[in-house]
Nanobody, 118 residues
């Protein structure tokens, strides 16, 4: 599975931005997809996810502001980010989990930088 993020950039606080993740390869094996982020000097953290069991999950810091959704027909995943704050500044990574008869696997995109300025 290959993942490519896009949509990052500089955005003023309070505005919106949508990130995209294009998946290719053996996408039929994907059981879950997530967005992570990593700010300078901090650990990578889970921002939002589409777990294998269905539904969505969000970090407390983004609940009510971010929305994760997927378009399976286009092999795309998105992160709609509203009311952005300077503390949302980070590199955002697309993540996919796959499973086969031998185990589960993690795949990552290269990341896209989001900078929120006030």
């Amino acid at each position: 599975v290959q993942l490519v993020e896009s949509g990052g950039g500089s955005v003023e606080a309070g505005r919106s931005r949508r990130l995209s993740c294009a998946a290719s390869g053996t996408t039929f094996s994907i059981i879950a997809m997530n967005w992570y982020r990593q700010a300078p000097g901090k650990q990578r953290e889970l921002v939002a996810g589409l777990p294998a069991g269905g539904g969505t999950m969000y970090a407390d810091s983004v609940k009510g502001r971010f929305t994760i959704f997927r378009d399976n027909g286009k092999n795309m995943m998105y992160l709609q980010m509203n009311n952005l704050k300077p503390e949302d500044t980070a590199v955002y990574y697309c993540n996919a989990n796959t499973r086969d008869g031998w185990g589960t696997y993690d795949y990552w995109g290269q990341g896209t930088q989001v900078t929120v300025f006030s």
